[in-house]
């Protein structure tokens, strides 16, 4: 009777140390916070975490000389084998003014106890990528707020921004869409590609 105590602990220690560490290898940085997904892009599909379609966009489609492209990559920020990421391709050389981007729905999203959104960006060294680029979060009256990210290189980075930083949008407890814009006039070089993945909300700003 013993023995077989002894080995049903045994049994059970052996469980209790697979389910930590398994669930330990890929999570994300914890956080002393709460945490909410928008978007990580692990299905490599749509809609994003909080039912949001999301996708690229052109001022003037018509204009073949812009375009943004995006696509699903296994290239995941959080170093996840089964996870995914996007890549946006974008070419704002035109000779008419042009500006493109990638778009995302986040209606679902009840941000009253969140502070702070968070984003992983890394820059694609073949294609060329800006270290900057315009960031846009509207409300639920479509009252938009933007942000200019600055510091995007060619390794993963997570940029914490405050969701007061988005000046401009008023009703901040109700993001409705995020939006990313590249600009003939300001995104450099012209032609290039960005990768984004693990877009979420903290109630603790943590750079
Ligand atoms: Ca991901
Ligand atoms: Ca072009």
């Not at 820059?123 to 315009?134: I, L, M, R």
Request: proline residues 4%; glycine residues 8%; charged residues 30%.
């Amino acid at each position: 009777m013993k023995t077989g105590l002894v080995v049903k602990l045994a049994a059970i220690f052996v469980f209790v140390i697979f389910v930590t560490t398994s669930f330990s290898v890929f999570a994300p940085r914890t956080y002393a916070g709460r945490e909410l997904v928008i978007a990580d892009f692990d299905s490599g599909t749509k809609p994003n975490n909080v039912d949001g379609d999301f996708g690229s966009w052109e001022k003037d489609p018509s204009d073949t000389d812009q375009s943004c492209v995006m696509e699903f990559t296994e290239d995941d920020a959080l170093g996840d084998p089964a996870g995914s990421s996007i890549r946006l391709r974008y070419d704002v050389d035109s000779p008419k003014g042009c500006y493109n981007g990638f778009w995302m729905r986040t209606s679902g999203v009840d941000a009253t106890d969140y502070t702070t959104l968070n984003i992983y960006v890394k820059g694609d060294k073949e294609a060329g990528y800006p270290s900057e680029v315009k960031l846009e979060l509207k409300d639920r009256n479509r009252k938009a707020g933007t942000y200019i990210l600055k510091g995007i290189t060619d390794k993963w980075k997570r940029f914490a921004i405050p969701l007061n930083s988005f000046r401009g949008m008023e009703d901040k407890a109700h993001p409705d869409e995020f939006v990313i814009v590249f600009e003939d006039t300001k995104t450099r070089p012209k032609k290039g590609a960005i990768y984004v993945d693990q877009i979420y909300l903290t109630n603790v700003f943590d750079m």
